[in-house]
Structures are given as C-alpha cells and as structure tokens.
C-alpha cells in the first residue's frame, strides 16, 4: 500500500494524473460528486505506479480509507481549542468546509453543532454560496447574526459578505492579506473570541 500511495508525493506526477482524471469526469465534479472523483484519481495513479492486477479494487480502497485517515490529521494552529472552546459554549458554531476531513478524527466535533462539506448531497463547494445558505437555515438565524470565519477572501470571506453576514478573516500564517473594509483580520487565535463578541453584542 505505501509503494502504491507513493505517487501523492511526485509533485509532477501527481499534478498529471490528478489533470487528466479531473478532464475525464467533468460532469461528476459538476454534480460535485467528489468521493468518486477521488476513488478514480487513487485508482488511476495505483495502476500507472504498477500495482494492482487482481487486488486493485481492494488496494484502491484500502488507499482511499488511508488518504482520508491523513486528511483528518490536523495540525491545529495554537490556542485553536481554547478558542473553540470559549466560542462553543456562547454561541452555536457550524463548520462549513471545502474539505473532506473527519472533524470527530480530527478530535474538535464536540465543539460544532452542525457541519456543512462541499462532499454532501445537493452542496455546491465554496465560494458558491449554497453551503452558506444552507448553513444559514440550519442554524435560524438572520444572516447578520452569522459571522464567518476563514482564511480564504474569494472562498470565505467575500461569499460571506455577499449574503449580508460579517467575516473575520484568520492570517495566523502570516499571509498579509489584506481583508475588505470592515472586516477585522486576526493574526493568533487567541484573538477571534473578543473579535467576534465585538461584531455580535
């Protein structure tokens, strides 16, 4: 399994196989069915590193299982679960993602009372604002009650905006962005607490 996973780390390999499976199933991107995307992607890279024959169905999704394992290893940024902590219990958070990590793998889904992925049923991936909207209904309250908060302008932010919710950009990488007027920017997670009681008291 690891001597087939290989070809995730050659860039240029990876680059090619991951071009040309997206060209072959456009119309399963557009309908956003992204879990059978990935599964064609690993099978793909599997067979052209050699591996497979008779095991191959068995092997993809022993790498598929694997792939999702790694996606929801997350290194989280300091003071991340205070912050959640202190959030979760003041207010109601959703998450709402691009990805496809498992937030209860990754230790923070005691913290979250909704999730919304670009991966479920009719959800369009960010920054359409499907996922916002439907995040919106879920929680029942008007759209400037709804601060979101993410480290994207075109994904996050300005979607955000767009629908008459506030934002609170996250540059704890040390990015530089530069967020939209009015909308605070922090740089340590420590911050997005008082950030967001100031924008909603």
């Known amino acids: 399994l690891v001597?087939?996973?290989?070809?995730?780390?050659?860039?240029?390999?990876?680059?090619?196989?991951?071009?040309?499976?997206?060209?072959?199933?456009?119309?399963?991107?557009?309908?956003?069915?992204?879990?059978?995307?990935?599964w064609k992607l690993i099978r793909k890279g599997i067979v052209e590193s050699g591996y497979g024959d008779d095991d191959l169905e068995e092997i993809c999704d022993e790498a598929t299982a694997h792939y999702l394992k790694l996606r929801s290893t997350l290194d989280?940024?300091?003071s991340c679960l205070d912050a959640l902590e202190e959030l979760s219990g003041r207010y109601t958070l959703?998450?709402?993602t691009n990805g496809n990590a498992c937030l209860r793998t990754a230790g923070i889904d005691?913290?979250?009372s909704h999730h919304v992925a670009a991966c479920h049923p009719g959800m369009r991936p960010k920054p359409h604002p499907r996922m916002f909207e439907h995040a919106s209904a879920i929680l029942n309250v008007p759209n400037h009650r709804i601060v979101m908060v993410g480290d994207s302008l075109a994904n996050d932010i300005q979607p955000a905006l767009d629908l008459g919710m506030k934002a609170v950009l996250v540059d704890v990488k040390g990015a530089g962005t530069v967020p939209p007027e009015?909308?605070?920017?922090?740089?340590?997670?420590?911050?997005?607490?008082?950030?967001?009681?100031?924008?909603?008291?």
């Open 3 to 38: 001597g087939a996973a290989a070809w995730f780390t050659e860039g240029e390999k990876y680059d090619k196989i991951k071009k040309e499976v997206y060209t072959q199933e456009s119309e399963l991107l557009k309908e956003c069915r992204f879990a059978e995307v990935r």
């Open 76 to 78: 989280l940024f300091p």
């Open 94 to 96: 959703s998450a709402v």
């Open 110 to 112: 005691r913290f979250f």
């Open 182 to 201: 009015g909308v605070p920017k922090v740089s340590h997670l420590r911050e997005l607490p008082s950030i967001i009681h100031s924008l909603l008291e």
